[in-house]
C-alpha cells in the first residue's frame, strides 16, 4: 500500500520535477514568475490561493501546489527519497484535512536569524529568533523571542560567578563603588548562583548600552510548527530553476511533546 | 440649514473615522499600483544611467531623479515611531548577496548609481532589462498615517564590448522595502506619498560570454 501512494505521489510531482531539472522553459522571465519571490507568495500557494505555473488545474493540484514548495534538490536522488515523499505525501494530507493556513502571524510561527555580532573586539554568532507582535497601538511588528549563542560563542561567560566581599554589610556596601564602577565586566557574576541569566535580557542590555555591534545576517529560516503531526523550516533558495525562493528545506515528523521539546531546544540555549 | 450642517458633520465625522481604521480594498489596491509605478520608474532611471548613447547630463540628472524616489533622497533621515520619539536611520542602501560569493556587500544607494554611472564608460553598451513582473507584497501599519510594505523584480544586466560580445552580464532579483505616508493637502484632499527604503539585492546567475 505504501509502495502505491509512493508510486501515486511520483508521478503527481514527477512533472513539476521534471520542469524544475530540466529547465524547459529556460527563460529568465519564466523562471522568475515560478520563483516563490516572498514569504507572502509562499504563503499564497501554501493555502492553494495561487499557483505555480506548472502545478496544473487537474484533481492532484492541490498536491502538486503544497509539493512545488519544497526543495526538491534535498529529495530527488537520495537513498530515502521515496520514504522522504511518503511523508511529503501524509504532510499535505494533513494540511488539507485540519484545512491549516500558513501565515506569518500565526502562533505556530517565528523566524530565527543566523547574526554575526562583536563584542569587546571579538566576533561571534547568535541566533535571534523573531515572533510576530503588536505595538501598544495595534500595529504589526517583529519582536524578539530569544537570543542563543552568546556563550557558546564565546563572547559572554554566562556562568561565571563573582564575590562581594562577605563584610561589606559592616561597611554599608560602600565597596559597591568598586563592585560596579571599577569592575563592570564581572558584572554578570554578582547575581544570586541560582538565577540563571537569561540570554535575550543580556544581549539587549549589551545593544542597549551600545557595547555589542551588529556586523550582518548570515541565514534566515522560518519555523512552522502549525500542521499537526509536522515541523517545516522554509529557507530562501536563490537558484536558476522553476524551483527556487523561498522554499520548506526540512520537513520532521513530531507528536506534541516532541515538537514541544524540540522548540525548547531551539530557543533555549542549555 | 441646520441639517446640511448636521448631514455635513456626520459625513465628516465618517470621513475621520475611515482614515483612523485600515485601509479598504481599493485603497489597497491602489497604493500597490503607486508602488508598482515607484518601482518601475526606478527601474527607468536605471536603464537611463546605464546608457551611455544618453548625453551625461540627461544620464547624471536620471541618477537624481532616481535618489528623489527614496527615503531621505539617499541620505540620513530620521522618522518618528508611534509614541513620538526619533528614529535615526542610515542613508538608503543596497545590500548585494552573490550565488558565488559567501558574504553580503552593502553600499549606499548614491554610491550604487554612481558607480553604475561609471562602470558603464567602460564598455560600448550597458542594457539593463526588467523582466516587467513586480509583485508588491501586503501593506501593513506601521503607525497612523504611515504604512509599510515590499515589493519585488528582476532584471538582467549586460554589458557589450565594440565588437557586440557580452563582457559581462548577471540576472539579479531585488526586494526593496516601502514606506508609504499619507498627506493632507491644503485643501483637505488626501494623498498617498510613496517612498523606497534599502534594497535586498541577490545575483542569482552570472551570464558569460
Redesign the interface.
Known amino acids: 500500500m505504501k509502495l502505491l501512494r509512493s508510486g501515486f505521489l511520483m508521478l503527481s510531482v514527477l512533472p513539476l520535477w521534471l520542469c524544475a531539472q530540466v529547465n524547459i522553459d529556460t527563460s529568465?522571465?519564466s523562471q522568475?514568475?515560478c520563483?516563490v519571490?516572498?514569504l507572502?507568495?509562499f504563503a499564497a500557494r501554501f493555502n492553494l490561493e495561487e499557483s505555480h505555473p506548472d502545478a496544473g488545474t487537474d484533481s492532484m493540484a492541490n498536491y502538486s501546489n503544497i509539493y512545488s514548495l519544497f526543495d526538491f534538490e534535498r529529495i530527488s536522488g537520495k537513498p530515502d527519497e521515496i520514504q522522504r515523499l511518503d511523508t511529503m505525501f501524509e504532510f499535505c494530507d494533513s494540511i488539507l484535512d485540519h484545512n491549516i493556513r500558513f501565515s506569518m502571524e500565526n502562533g505556530g510561527v517565528f523566524v530565527g536569524a543566523k547574526c554575526k555580532i562583536s563584542y569587546k573586539k571579538k566576533t561571534g554568532i547568535v541566533d535571534i529568533y523573531f515572533k510576530r507582535d503588536k505595538?501598544?497601538?495595534g500595529?504589526?511588528?517583529w519582536s524578539i523571542l530569544a537570543v542563543t549563542g552568546l556563550e557558546r560563542s564565546g563572547l559572554v561567560d554566562l556562568s561565571r560567578i563573582s564575590a562581594i566581599p562577605p563584610t561589606e554589610h559592616e561597611m554599608h556596601f560602600m565597596g559597591l563603588d568598586e563592585v560596579f564602577n571599577l569592575n563592570p565586566s564581572n558584572a554578570f557574576g554578582y547575581r544570586y548562583s541560582n538565577n540563571d541569566l537569561d540570554q535575550t535580557s543580556v544581549f539587549l542590555a549589551l545593544v542597549h548600552s551600545g557595547q555589542l555591534h551588529f556586523e550582518?545576517v548570515d541565514n534566515v529560516a522560518v519555523y512552522c510548527a502549525d500542521v499537526p503531526g509536522f515541523i517545516f523550516v522554509v529557507e530562501?533558495l536563490?537558484?536558476?530553476t522553476r524551483n527556487?525562493g523561498w522554499l520548506i528545506t526540512s520537513l520532521i515528523r513530531t507528536d506534541t511533546d516532541e515538537k514541544i521539546q524540540f522548540l525548547n531546544n531551539l530557543l533555549q540555549e542549555k | 440649514m441646520k441639517i446640511k450642517i448636521l448631514l455635513l458633520a456626520f459625513f465628516s465625522l465618517i470621513g475621520i473615522s475611515m482614515l483612523a481604521h485600515d485601509l479598504s480594498d481599493s485603497q489597497i489596491e491602489s497604493l500597490k499600483k503607486r508602488v508598482l509605478q515607484k518601482v518601475e520608474e526606478f527601474q527607468n532611471y536605471h536603464s537611463v544611467i546605464v546608457n551611455t548613447d544618453i548625453s551625461e547630463n540627461h544620464r547624471k540628472n536620471a541618477i537624481s531623479s532616481a535618489l528623489a524616489l527614496f527615503m531621505g533622497r539617499g541620505q540620513e533621515y530620521t522618522t518618528t515611531d508611534?509614541n513620538g520619539n526619533v528614529e535615526y536611520h542610515r542613508p538608503v542602501r543596497m545590500q548585494i548577496?552573490s550565488?558565488n560569493r559567501s558574504?553580503?556587500k552593502?553600499m549606499k544607494m548614491t554610491e550604487y548609481l554612481d558607480r553604475q554611472f561609471k562602470n558603464a564608460l567602460n564598455y560600448a553598451k550597458v542594457v539593463v532589462e526588467s523582466?516587467?513582473?513586480v509583485?508588491v507584497?501586503?501593506i501593513?501599519?506601521?503607525?497612523?498615517g504611515e504604512y509599510r510594505g515590499?515589493a519585488?523584480f528582476?532584471s538582467?544586466y549586460i554589458s557589450y564590448n565594440k565588437e557586440g560580445r557580452v563582457v559581462y552580464g548577471d540576472?539579479t532579483?531585488k526586494?526593496v522595502n516601502v514606506s508609504i505616508y499619507v498627506k493632507q493637502l491644503p485643501g483637505g484632499e488626501e494623498i498617498f506619498e510613496v517612498r523606497l527604503g534599502d534594497v535586498y539585492v541577490?545575483a542569482?546567475?552570472r551570464i558569460r560570454s
Open positions: 529568465w522571465k522568475y514568475l520563483k519571490k516572498s507572502e507568495e505595538t501598544p497601538k500595529y504589526d511588528r550582518e530562501e536563490p537558484r536558476n527556487s | 508611534e548577496s550565488v558574504s553580503t552593502s523582466a516587467d513582473i509583485r507584497g501586503k501593513y501599519k506601521v503607525n497612523d515590499t519585488y528582476c538582467k540576472i532579483d526586494k541577490i542569482t546567475k
